[in-house]
């Protein structure tokens, strides 16, 4: 948490630094099971990268897909499918053809 405070302090608040942050905060917490603190960490790291990132950034996927096993870890099992669909999609639209992503 010393390592957000002090970039809370330092950066802009839509600075990708701190999606970073909030995303490695949001897996910390699922591997412990505190899982809807992770979901909210997570969540603010995708606001933060939609706001700041390209449209089809891969750090915006990495995020979609780590909220997308936190849903099939808790059995939302719906959620978890939207959300790689929409991994899948971005990844299509960003990566070559031939990308090991695209299988």
């Known amino acids: 948490m010393k390592v957000l405070n002090s970039q809370l302090k330092s950066l802009p608040k839509n600075h990708s630094d701190l999606a970073e942050t909030y995303c490695n905060i949001g897996s910390l917490h699922q591997i412990q099971g505190n899982y809807s603190v992770a979901l909210e960490n997570y969540e603010k790291a995708l606001d933060i990268q939609l706001k700041s ?7 915006i996927t990495t995020t979609y897909n780590n909220i997308a096993m936190l849903h099939g870890t808790i059995g939302n099992y719906t959620k978890a499918f939207d959300l790689y669909k929409k991994t899948s999609e971005i990844e299509l ?3 070559p053809a031939d990308h090991r992503d695209i299988a």
């Open 53 to 59: 990132l390209p449209k089809y950034h891969p750090d």
């Open 93 to 95: 639209k960003s990566l």
